[in-house]
């Protein structure tokens, strides 16, 4: 009875700890600044801007003859033959990690989408023309995000600016997901990935 207990217990702390979400917040303000931070259930952490580390003092250089030799030119050809395969390797990885991705993004979660452009040009005839362009664009953009995500609260709007010399764009994105569908992403993509990697070996 109390291994049933136990089991019991171990299967509904997995089931919460999948239920916990996630989430992330990126955006850029109107004077080009950008932010990021992430979401793990109640606690933050704050990416961009990062806090400012006091600067290290440099090191004075080498002289010249203790610095290394260069390498011979058999090693070269070896260093560039291993960058060609790892490059292969991974152009071969991009199809199943593509898949695998596109359902991971159908099941994330945009809480809050801003997106406010503020056209602008130095004269009035390519702000105006600008204008209608930046218009176009963002009705190209709304149907795929719309399409592959789950958008709660949206604002898009494209202004122009007269006075301004360059457009400006403020944005805001924030989007959550849990955790038991980002490892059931991480299964997906290593069964998509294995065989690949087993056939390269």
Not at 151 to 178: C, G, N, W, Y
């Given at each position: 009875m109390t291994g049933w207990l136990v089991a019991g217990g171990v299967l509904l702390l997995l089931v919460l700890l999948g239920q916990l979400r996630l989430g992330a917040a990126a955006g850029c303000q109107e004077d080009g600044a950008v932010y990021l931070s992430l979401r793990v259930g109640p606690f933050r952490f704050r990416l961009l801007p990062a806090r400012e580390k006091p600067k290290a003092e440099k090191k004075p250089k080498r002289?010249?003859?203790?610095?290394?030799?260069k390498k011979p030119e058999r090693r070269k050809k070896q260093a560039a033959k291993g960058k060609r395969d790892m490059l292969s390797l991974?152009?071969?990885?991009?199809?199943?990690?593509?898949?695998?991705?596109?359902?991971?993004?159908?099941?994330?979660?945009?809480?809050?989408?801003?997106?406010?452009?503020?056209?602008?040009?130095?004269?009035?005839?390519?702000?105006?023309?600008?204008?209608?362009?930046?218009?176009?664009?963002?009705?190209?953009?709304?149907?795929?995000?719309?399409?592959?995500?789950?958008?709660?609260?949206?604002?898009?709007?494209?202004?122009?600016?007269?006075?301004?010399?360059?457009?400006?764009?403020?944005?805001?994105?924030?989007?959550?997901?849990?955790?038991?569908?980002?490892?059931?992403?991480?299964?997906?993509?290593?069964?998509?990935?294995?065989?690949?990697i087993a056939k390269k070996r």
């Amino acid at each position: 009875m109390t291994g049933w207990l136990v089991a019991g217990g171990v299967l509904l702390l997995l089931v919460l700890l999948g239920q916990l979400r996630l989430g992330a917040a990126a955006g850029c303000q109107e004077d080009g600044a950008v932010y990021l931070s992430l979401r793990v259930g109640p606690f933050r952490f704050r990416l961009l801007p990062a806090r400012e580390k006091p600067k290290a003092e440099k090191k004075p250089k080498r002289p010249e003859k203790e610095r290394k030799k260069k390498k011979p030119e058999r090693r070269k050809k070896q260093a560039a033959k291993g960058k060609r395969d790892m490059l292969s390797l991974a152009l071969r990885m991009i199809p199943p990690a593509a898949k695998a991705a596109g359902r991971l993004l159908r099941k994330i979660r945009i809480d809050r989408l801003e997106l406010h452009l503020i056209w602008a040009a130095a004269d009035p005839a390519s702000a105006a023309a600008g204008y209608g362009k930046a218009q176009a664009a963002m009705g190209i953009l709304w149907p795929p995000l719309e399409h592959n995500f789950r958008v709660k609260e949206r604002e898009l709007s494209v202004d122009v600016d007269f006075d301004r010399a360059r457009p400006v764009l403020i944005a805001h994105v924030q989007m959550t997901l849990t955790l038991g569908q980002l490892l059931s992403f991480g299964l997906r993509l290593a069964a998509s990935l294995l065989p690949v990697i087993a056939k390269k070996r």
